[in-house]
Each structure stands twice: as structure tokens, then as C-alpha cells.
């Protein structure tokens, strides 16, 4: 089993639409999460860090973590084309060093 | 968010040439540094990391010999493919983070082909 789940897409929607992504993870040590945002021939963009079980919104983006369900979601309203790209979940423990990284979900939001 | 740039963005090199790889974070103190390689339509393959004064850690299956990690100050870390092959032709990522956060980020990568 991987130790972050994320379902790769692609996913398209309409413009407008509320996007929903979400990874899961084997390890109930993680204890922090972030969202990337990864453009073609771009590196990754952090988006969103939190740390804690609930919701954490910033803008149209909201990140929800469920400690208790090892699940966390990236949530993305009034979706814009801008938005098109791939979302990557990184996952790390406090103390080690290294993130572990989902597959990346890609998405396309259709004017 | 905090600035890391790569350079160069691409390269195209020969078949048993090296190439350097500069990572540099701009505006904190980068005390670890991770290099990634990102094939097309596939996720981040983390490739080593290092801390700064320190020998990398590779990954599994990685070449230490092959990919040579420099992370001789806290705002710079190279990466040097040596004699490169065609195979090595890939998107490589820096990413970067201080002491004081978990959070890392990332350069805006380097394409590399070699032909």
C-alpha cells in the first residue's frame, strides 16, 4: 500500500464548477499537509499548509483535513480556466525531513 | 511564499558531457534541500536530499556517482549529472525549507535533454 492515494484524473469540469481533490494516507504519524499547484514545465506552487484536523480556507481554495479518516481534500470554488493544472498532496511528520508526495491529480476546468 | 530559483531553466547537452544544476533559495536560509526528477505526466521522484555542510542522502536506486549534490551554503545547492546519457534526459525540481517550517518550496525546475 502507498503511503498517499491520489487519484491521478484527469478530472474536467466546467468553469464555475466546485472541484473537489483528495488523497489518502496509510501512516496515522503524518501530521502535516499541504496542496500544491504544479503548472505544465513549472515547478510546484505551495497553496495550502495546515496541520490540524478541520477546514483552513484561503480565497476560493479550502483545504480540509480528517485526521480520523486519514483523508484530506482540496476543495476549489468558483473554478476558474486559470485553475487548470495538476494538485499534488504532500504529507510529512514532524522531525523527518522529507514530504511524501500523491501522484497529482490533473485538472481542467472548460471555459 | 519564499523565492527558490533554478538555473538554468533548460539545457541541452551531449551524450557523456555533465551538467550543473544551481538551486538557490532568495530570500531564507535553506538548511535542507531536496532534488527532485518529474517525468512527463508523472508525479515528483525525490532523488536525494541534503543539508547544508553535510553529505546528500540518495534514494534508493539513485546514483550517488552520477548525480553529484553540492549544498555548500545555506542559499545554494547544485546538482551535477555526470557523463549524461540520453536516459537522464528529465525535469529536474529543487525544493527548499528553513529550520523553522515543514513547508517546501520549490524552483521553477530545469529541463534537461541530452542527446
Known amino acids: 500500500q502507498k503511503e498517499v492515494e491520489q487519484d491521478p484524473g484527469p478530472l474536467s469540469v466546467p468553469e464555475g464548477a466546485i472541484v473537489s481533490l483528495n488523497c489518502t494516507y496509510s501512516?496515522?504519524?503524518?501530521?502535516?499537509f499541504m496542496w500544491y499547484r504544479q503548472y505544465s514545465r513549472k515547478g510546484p506552487e505551495l497553496l495550502m499548509y495546515?496541520?490540524?484536523?478541520g477546514n483552513k480556507e484561503d480565497g476560493r481554495f479550502t483545504a480540509q483535513v480528517d485526521k480520523s479518516s486519514k483523508y484530506i481534500s482540496l476543495f476549489i470554488r468558483d473554478s476558474q480556466p486559470s485553475d487548470s493544472a495538476t494538485y499534488l498532496c504532500?504529507?510529512?511528520?514532524?522531525?523527518?525531513?522529507?514530504?511524501?508526495f500523491g501522484q497529482g491529480t490533473r485538472l481542467t476546468i472548460n471555459p | 511564499g519564499a523565492v527558490v530559483s533554478q538555473h538554468p531553466s533548460w539545457v541541452i547537452c551531449k551524450s557523456g558531457t555533465s551538467v550543473k544544476i544551481e538551486c538557490r533559495s532568495l530570500?531564507?536560509?535553506?538548511?535542507?534541500m531536496f532534488w527532485y526528477r518529474q517525468f512527463p505526466k508523472q508525479s515528483l521522484m525525490l532523488m536525494a536530499t541534503?543539508?547544508?555542510?553535510?553529505?546528500?542522502?540518495?534514494e534508493q536506486g539513485v546514483e550517488k556517482d552520477k548525480f553529484l549534490i553540492n549544498h555548500a551554503s545555506l542559499t545554494l545547492s547544485t546538482l551535477t549529472v555526470t557523463s549524461a546519457h540520453p536516459e537522464d534526459s528529465s525535469f529536474y525540481i529543487c525544493s527548499a525549507r528553513g529550520d523553522d517550517s515543514p513547508k517546501g518550496y520549490f524552483g521553477p525546475g530545469t529541463r534537461l535533454t541530452v542527446t
Open positions: 495546515t496541520y490540524s484536523s
Open positions: 504532500a504529507i510529512g511528520i514532524q522531525g523527518a525531513q522529507k514530504l511524501v
Open positions: 501512516n496515522s504519524a503524518f501530521q502535516y
Open positions: 530570500d531564507f536560509q535553506a538548511t535542507t
Open positions: 541534503s543539508n547544508e555542510g553535510s553529505k546528500a542522502t540518495y
